[in-house]
C-alpha cells in the first residue's frame, strides 16, 4: 500500500508540472480578485493564476489534514472509552463466573428426577 501511494504522488506531480508545462502562458497572466458586497467593494493584488490555483491546493490540504486529524481524535477518544467499557464488562463477566453455584436454585428448575 506504501508503494501505491508513492506511485500516486509521483504520477500526480508529473501530471500537474505537464500541466503548468502546456499552459505557462495562460497561468502567468496577472489577476485581480474583487468582492462587492452592499457597501464593500474589497480588491486583492494583481497575481499570477497560477499562484491562485497553488494557494488553493495548499488550503484544501491544508483544511483536509485538519479535518482528519480532528476525526483521528475523535475516533481515538471513542476507541479508549469503548476499551474502558469492555474491560468493565470482562471484570464482571469474569466476577460472574467465579460466583458459587446453590443447590437452591437448580431444585426448582425441574431437571433432574423427584422421588
Known sequence: MRYLKIVLLVLFFVI????????????????VLGLNVLFLDLHSAEMPLYFMILAAFLLGAILTTAHFLV???????????????????????????NLPLDEQSYSGAGGGPED
Open 71 to 97: 476525526e483521528k481524535l475523535r475516533l481515538s477518544n471513542q476507541l479508549r472509552t469503548c476499551r474502558a467499557r469492555l474491560s468493565g464488562l470482562e471484570e464482571e463477566v469474569n466476577s460472574l463466573r
Open 16 to 31: 500537474s508540472m505537464i500541466f503548468f508545462i502546456q499552459n505557462n502562458d495562460i497561468l502567468s497572466q496577472k489577476i
